[in-house]
């Protein structure tokens, strides 16, 4: 919910309007608390590596899914990359801060009640997202129409990073394809 202030704060004082934003793994939430607020300013989201609605409100899972992923050679060497040697530490107190305060960070609404378009994309291979990733993009589809779903078929988290160029890709086509609807 933080984040969401702070991309609508910068977008008010600037004027910014029929604003897109792409966002990777757990920081898609910011987006789509911004989207959720603002459609005025906001007009689509694109959701790379999302969890999907699955995590939301589940602390064990939340718990399973950090632990899971600080075990993975991959995402190590993430964690290192963007943290430095200190990783651990930062994402077991970070990961804490999170379960304490789980109702500011997710949403304050149902999905289903965004206004705005929704791109998900993802790898399909992604080890850091639960296995049944398709299947929970494929409910958010049904219960929000205006979504499309975008899976490569190779990749690792996030895809935006791991499939560059597809990806890309895909968000313009997509992009090009709203417009042309509007």
């Not at 966002?23 to 959701?47: F, H, P, Q, Y």
């Not at 291979?125 to 494929?138: P, T, V």
């Amino acid at each position: 919910v933080q984040e969401a202030d702070q991309v609508i704060a910068l977008l008010e004082p600037l004027n910014i309007k029929d604003v897109t934003l792409i966002e990777t793994s757990g920081g898609v939430w910011g987006a789509v608390n911004a989207a959720l607020r603002r459609s005025d300013l906001i007009t689509c989201v694109v959701a790379d590596s999302f969890d999907g609605e699955l995590f939301v409100g589940d602390l064990q899972s939340i718990n399973r899914g950090v632990s899971h992923g600080n075990k993975q050679f991959a995402a190590r060497q993430f964690y290192q990359w963007c943290q430095s040697d200190n990783w651990e530490t930062l994402v077991n107190q970070d990961t804490e801060a999170l379960l304490r305060r789980i109702d500011l960070v997710y949403r304050e609404v149902p999905l289903n009640t965004l206004k705005v378009l929704l791109l998900l994309i993802t790898s399909g291979k992604d080890a850091m997202l639960h296995s049944d990733i398709i299947e929970e993009y494929e409910k958010i589809i049904y219960e929000h129409p205006p979504v499309k779903m975008i899976i490569f078929p190779t990749g690792k988290h996030p895809s935006l990073l791991s499939n560059a160029v597809a990806a890309s890709t895909a968000i313009k086509e997509f992009l090009s394809s709203s417009k042309q609807r509007s």
